[in-house]
């Protein structure tokens, strides 16, 4: 697609349901990136992918967070048996693979994000 | 220590002035670096890369001191525009770090 789409747009689901959200990157972008953002803070790194392979996996809070990518195209990042402070922005991004500094190819892209709330 | 530190702000600054922000990084195999641009709720936008020997956009003027493992970002003649939050961005082997941002307001 023309842009990076994620879904839903907005989730909210109450304490101990496991959520998923979507993330469709552009076209032809090789690495794809999970970020969550809470207000007032920066993008939180999760998770990345080049392709279907998980790169870093660091940044996922605990085990009840998982992502995949399958077919290296769309990922899904799932959330089991949420809790109330899961509840924030996530956002996803998509880029070309990483070839030298300067070529741009680097660049991340964001999609609009899935806002979580857990009651 | 996080791995990519900015002074939160806000800056409030008058149309028209030049206003800088520094950022700080702790990874020194660091590669690549950018400053992002976020307005309110909305996703964060590249604003521009930044290379070794500094670089410039119009009114804006990145800068980067491998040494001392800073960037930073100067706006000159600032406009209404610019107000929002500035993302300075560290990528070490693909790991793409943000930094919390600096707010910018600028007063009419």
């Known amino acids: 697609g023309a842009g990076v789409s994620q879904s839903p747009r907005y989730k909210v689901t109450k304490r101990g349901q496991d959520v998923a959200l979507r993330c469709d990157p552009i076209?032809?972008?090789?690495?794809l990136y999970w970020y969550r953002q809470a207000l007032g803070q920066g993008p939180e790194f999760l998770t990345y992918?080049?392709?279907?392979?998980?790169?870093?996996k660091s940044g996922l809070p605990n085990d009840r967070f998982s992502a995949e990518r399958p077919e290296g195209s769309i990922s899904t990042l799932t959330i089991q048996r949420t809790e109330q402070r899961d509840s924030a922005m996530y956002r996803c991004?998509?880029?070309?693979?990483?070839?030298?500094?300067?070529?741009?190819?680097?660049?991340?892209?964001f999609g609009a994000g899935s806002r979580l709330t857990v009651l | 220590r996080k791995e990519v530190e900015q002074d939160p702000g806000p800056f409030n600054v008058p149309e028209g002035a030049t206003v800088a922000f520094n950022c700080t990084y702790s990874?020194?195999?660091?590669?690549?670096f950018f400053w992002y641009r976020q307005d309110c709720r909305k996703e964060p936008k590249l604003l521009m890369s930044v290379y070794s020997s500094g670089n410039e956009d119009g009114r804006f003027t990145a800068q980067l001191n491998r040494a001392s493992q800073y960037i930073s970002l100067l706006i000159r003649d600032s406009k209404l525009s610019d107000s929002a939050t500035y993302l300075c961005v560290v990528n070490a082997a693909s790991k793409i770090i943000f930094g919390s941002g600096t707010r910018l307001s600028i007063r009419p």
């Open positions: 076209s032809g972008h090789v690495s």
């Open positions: 991004a998509s880029s070309l693979l990483y070839e030298s500094p300067g070529s741009g190819a680097n660049v991340l892209t």
């Open positions: 992918f080049n392709y279907e392979a998980q790169q870093d």
């Open positions: 990874n020194s195999a660091s590669q690549s």
